[in-house]
């Protein structure tokens, strides 16, 4: 059973250009949620999608936006991106059933560098 | 911004000590949850206790909530070189509503 996956493993973009990431979930889950995590930081939440609709957003500009797909898997879209954007971007699965936000399953993140 | 603060920061132990990690928050919450990172990559869930609960075990991992000082505690007994690594509390405000996470605390146990 496969878990989350993510692609690239590791990116490295020049100041505004754009980027897309890429998520699919672990099986049976419906749930996606994408988090940035900065050097020495903890995760801050981005956004969620369930039902191929975003549920809920943190506070990221509209700069970060997302899709979810009909088979649950997702893409994270970063346009004009900016040097502080350069961190690990994780994304985490759930069951909507289970609770969204207990027990989030985690991917192995994509590292972004923003040159 | 983040919602918990973990203390110590940092904390080096020897193999087969326990270690003790804390958390505070600063509202009320409805769960809280520990996970685990392993060098800057993805998290593991580790245990999760409800704002009802004030102790839960699993293992080697012993962590108990006290919503009155709005803290949590995670103790891992007998530790092993295995369990270096960083440590994170999260919590949330009700069925589904967003995870937030403290900035972790890094355990380095040494053999």
């Known amino acids: 059973d496969a878990g989350v996956t993510q692609s690239p493993t590791h990116l490295i973009k020049t100041r505004g250009q754009q980027v897309t990431l890429r998520c699919s979930p672990k099986?049976?889950?419906?749930?996606v949620s994408w988090y940035q995590q900065a050097l020495g930081q903890g995760p801050q939440f981005i956004f969620q999608?369930?039902?191929?609709?975003?549920?809920q957003r943190g506070n990221f500009p509209d700069r970060f936006s997302g899709h979810q797909f009909p088979n649950y898997s997702s893409e994270l879209n970063v346009n004009a991106l900016l040097l502080g954007d350069s961190a690990l971007y994780l994304c985490?699965?759930?069951?909507?059933?289970?609770?969204?936000?207990?027990?989030?399953?985690f991917g192995s993140g994509t590292q972004l560098s923003v040159l | 911004s983040q919602q918990g603060e973990e203390d110590p920061q940092a904390l080096s132990i020897q193999e087969g000590e326990n270690a003790t990690m804390n958390c505070s928050y600063k509202?009320?919450?409805?769960?809280l949850q520990w996970y685990r990172q392993n060098s800057g990559r993805g998290l593991v869930h580790l245990i999760l206790?409800?704002?009802?609960?004030r102790e839960k075990h699993s293992g080697r991992l012993r962590v108990t909530l006290d919503t009155s000082k709005k803290s949590s505690s995670l103790l891992i007994t007998a530790s092993r070189a295995a369990d270096t690594a960083s440590y994170f509390c999260?919590?949330?405000?009700?069925?589904?509503?967003?995870?937030?996470f403290g900035k972790g605390i890094t355990l380095s146990v040494r053999p």
């Open positions: 999608y369930y039902e191929e609709e975003e549920r």
């Open positions: 206790i409800r704002s009802n609960e």
């Open positions: 999260a919590t949330d405000r009700g069925a589904n509503s967003k995870l937030t």
């Open positions: 099986s049976g889950h419906d749930t």
């Open positions: 509202t009320s919450i409805n769960n």
């Open positions: 985490a699965s759930s069951s909507i059933q289970g609770a969204a936000n207990e027990k989030l399953f």
